[in-house]
């Protein structure tokens, strides 16, 4: 398959069933697609589960039902379906954590469960494209990347 770099003036545009970005403080592309989302990004890290009442928790000890509270990291991934709002099928919100290998590698496994036909990174902050190609570990995937508006 392809590997395609894009200029910074064709990152929008179709060819791609899933986008990846970086979150906003490891990427400027965030702060644009997120607005094109409708910001649905800024408000998914924005919200707090809230507790379990009091009320809730003793009636179900009265009835002896165990309640699981799960909550989920703000680093967890964050998929939204996004065709109506940009041309592409999904976007994933993808916590950056310092280490572009193990990002590389969540990337990998989010599309080996998502098997998309073709893949766009919107590379961290610093990470030039020549350092992607090298640890890039999918060379048969259809891809294209874009580094960082400040890079």
């Known amino acids: 398959m392809s590997n395609e770099h894009l200029k910074q003036e064709d990152a929008f545009s179709t060819g791609s069933e899933l986008?990846?970005?970086p979150d906003r403080n490891h990427s400027h592309w965030?702060?644009?697609l997120d607005?094109?989302?409708q910001f649905q990004i800024s408000r998914i890290m924005l919200h707090k589960t809230p507790d379990l009442s009091d009320?809730?928790?003793s009636l179900a000890s009265q009835a002896e039902i165990t309640l699981i509270e799960k909550r989920w990291p703000k680093s967890s991934p964050i998929l939204i379906l996004s065709p109506n709002?940009?041309?592409n099928k999904y976007t994933i919100h993808l916590s950056y954590p310092e280490d572009f290998k193990?990002?590389?590698q969540q990337i990998v496994e989010i599309h080996?469960?998502?098997k998309p036909k073709s893949l766009r990174i919107f590379l961290p902050l610093n990470v030039k494209s020549q350092e992607f190609t090298k640890v890039w570990p999918l060379k048969e995937?259809?891809?294209t990347f874009i580094e960082d508006l400040e890079n």
């Open 141 to 143: 995937t259809e891809l």
């Open 102 to 104: 193990a990002w590389i």
């Open 19 to 21: 986008w990846v970005l």
């Open 30 to 32: 965030c702060r644009r």
């Open 112 to 114: 080996s469960r998502l």
């Open 85 to 87: 709002l940009l041309p």
């Open 35 to 37: 607005w094109h989302l």
């Open 55 to 57: 009320n809730l928790k």
